[in-house]
């Protein structure tokens, strides 16, 4: 059975500072991962999809790199604001299970000015 | 584009009651999820509708839950009788197509309903 994991569960940085997300997954026969983005009392907003045969994606101060065989994730925040103060999650999918999302319980950021 | 909505937002129960929530998905995607989300943990799915059609529906605790898609379009989530382990968010998510990241296929959440059993 699949197991997502994410280090830290907490993290405060102040504002300005590069930072990273940690995921880790049990099962490397993985389809696709995404990293999400939960603002307090909201949904879910995709922040980045890579494809199992891909290293990494890119956008803006984000990048999320990808080592399938090792079972890891990073999401790498550049300069961070207090805007970028949210939960974030990592998901899994695999096509032996509908390619249903596989998440772990998230790293909640606070950046403080 | 409008994006999935969710009814009622937030709901207050006692043990043992029921109660039903509402999802319309954005317009012409195919596939409907339900995730229940209890607070510190990340989202489970509970199921997952292809059209009209059950995909997975094997973490519904099908002894209280049930939900269905008639039509192929919105969907209802009912619990009866709801216990105290149900308080969460029930979240409901859409995409064109099941296997999000096929083809640029994004999946899509609305803003959730949260739900107090007390």
């Known amino acids: 059975k699949q197991e997502v994991t994410q280090i830290p569960a907490a993290l405060s940085v102040p504002e300005g500072e590069n930072l990273v997300l940690n995921c880790s997954f049990t099962?490397?026969?993985?389809?696709?991962l995404q990293w999400f983005r939960q603002d307090p009392g909201k949904g879910l907003t995709s922040l980045l999809l890579?494809?199992?045969?891909?290293r990494e994606q890119t956008s803006g101060r984000l990048n999320a790199s990808l080592d399938k065989s090792s079972g890891r994730s990073t999401l790498y925040i550049a300069a961070s604001q207090p805007g970028d103060s949210a939960t974030y999650l990592c998901a899994v999918s695999q096509s032996n299970s509908g390619y249903a999302l596989n998440f772990g319980k998230g790293t909640s950021l606070l950046v403080t000015p | 584009e409008a994006g999935v909505a969710q009814s009622p937002r937030y709901k207050i129960i006692e043990k043992r009651q029921s109660v039903a929530f509402w999802c319309n998905p954005i317009?012409?995607?195919?596939?409907l999820y339900w995730y229940q989300q209890i607070l510190g943990q990340g989202p489970k799915l509970l199921i997952q509708f292809q059209n009209n059609g059950v995909v997975d529906d094997s973490q519904l605790p099908k002894d209280r839950f049930s939900a269905e898609r008639l039509k192929g379009v919105d969907s209802t989530l009912k619990i009866q009788p709801a216990k105290l382990e149900d308080s969460a968010v029930y979240l409901c998510?859409?995409?064109?197509?099941?296997?999000?990241?096929?083809?640029?296929?994004?999946?899509?959440f609305g803003e959730g309903s949260w739900l107090t059993v007390v």
């Open positions: 998510a859409s995409s064109w197509l099941t296997g999000v990241g096929l083809s640029g296929n994004t999946i899509y």
């Open positions: 317009s012409g995607h195919a596939t």
């Open positions: 890579i494809q199992s045969s891909q």
């Open positions: 099962d490397s026969a993985i389809y696709n």
